[in-house]
């Protein structure tokens, strides 16, 4: 029997398989961050193609929480609205759909990837002043932040909450936190980017501090049944950074502050890291948290053959995989990949014909 198409239980929700759609951002929102038609054939194709969770791109608590002015968000009754079309129909193909609840911090306010410019959008074309744990740019063309004080922090602890109340409205079965990629939380999180002296700055207990409490805030939120997972970036890659031992410390009062599962993936607060990337790359991380805190977690990063996926989870290394760009490649990478693994593919009765 295959591993990787064995159920796993999280909480009150058992996903089907252990093959996961990664957060990707598509910049195709509105200005008001409702998710559109491109968002529901979007994921909805991933959902007929077999995937047993599945992730939506970083979804902002707060509009100022946007990566850009095309990000989605879950700030209003109004995103509610939008994004139940999309979980109805995620659902009905048999996958789980889940909402990866997100801040930029001082990475919001910059344009899309295909856009002709690059850094921060000013005001004039729908930008915004973003904020962050100081008042340091991530780069020179991007926007400078400001800092956020006792109030501000009180107000995305909060906002995290809420927009997680409204999941649960949308109908998503699960929540991710998004806490890595150089994002508010990671930015709190990491040396490189936090040189507070408050209480949510310094040593790296006090640094947790905000994503811990973000943590405590969304599963009082969601109550008990529902799985609560948490996007980390398990390393800095930078000397002086958060590191993996860092990350197992994190895991465990994640764990204990009510999240299920630790999604692996690293980098994002140094431009000048150097990441080793490479098939699996990440696989090491997850495997170690795992492992070492004694949590669940997700393996993210450069997966793309079956036999690869298969071998993580037999070998005890995650509990589940994080498919991105091969699943933008191929949205019906897990039937073929079920097949290929000796299990059954299951395809909907209108794509038979391809069995």
């Not at 001082?106 to 005001?123: C, I, L, M, N, Q």
């Not at 409205?169 to 890595?180: M, S």
């Not at 405590?216 to 996007?231: F, Q, Y």
């Not at 800095?236 to 410390?249: A, I, L, R, Y």
Request: with cysteine; aromatic share 6%; hydrophobic share 45%.
């Amino acid at each position: 029997m295959s591993a990787l198409f064995t159920p796993l239980a999280l909480r009150g929700v058992t996903l089907p398989n252990r093959v996961a759609m990664a957060p990707m951002c598509q910049y195709s929102a509105g200005p008001d961050g409702l998710p559109t038609d491109w968002h529901r054939v979007h994921l909805g194709s991933r959902a007929v193609g077999g995937v047993g969770l599945l992730l939506t791109e970083a979804t902002a608590v707060l509009p100022e929480g946007r990566i850009s002015p095309q990000d989605t968000g879950l700030w209003s009754d109004a995103h509610v609205d939008a994004w139940r079309p999309i979980t109805a129909f995620v659902a009905a193909q048999g996958a789980v759909p889940a909402v990866q609840l997100a801040h930029a911090g001082f990475k919001a306010s910059t344009y899309r990837p295909w856009a002709e410019h690059r850094g921060g959008v000013p005001d004039v074309e729908g930008g915004w002043t973003p904020v962050g744990p100081g008042d340091e740019a991530f780069l020179p063309d991007y926007r400078r932040p400001a800092t956020l004080d006792d109030a501000g922090i009180a107000a995305v602890i909060e906002a995290f909450a809420t927009a997680a109340t409204r999941a649960l409205a949308a109908d998503f079965a699960a929540v991710e936190i998004h806490a890595a990629h150089g994002y508010l939380l990671h930015e709190f999180l990491s040396p490189l980017t936090n040189h507070r002296t408050d209480g949510y700055g310094g040593d790296r207990a006090a640094r947790m501090r905000l994503t811990l409490e973000v943590a405590r805030a969304v599963r009082a939120a969601v109550g008990e049944a529902v799985p609560v997972l948490t996007r980390i970036s398990a390393t800095d890659w930078v000397d002086g950074g958060w590191t993996v031992e860092d990350s197992v410390v994190l895991a465990g009062e994640l764990a204990a502050a009510g999240v299920d599962l630790i999604d692996a993936s690293s980098g994002g607060a140094a431009a000048t890291a150097t990441v080793p990337v490479g098939p699996g790359y990440q696989v090491p991380l997850a495997a170690r948290i795992r492992r070492d805190a004694g949590i669940a977690t997700g393996a993210v990063g450069l997966i793309v053959e079956p036999e690869q996926a298969e071998q993580i989870v037999a070998a005890g290394e995650a509990d589940l995989v994080l498919l991105g760009r091969e699943l933008l490649r191929d949205p019906y990478w897990p039937r073929r990949a079920a097949a290929k693994l000796g299990a059954a593919p299951a395809w909907p009765n209108q794509y038979t014909r391809a069995s």
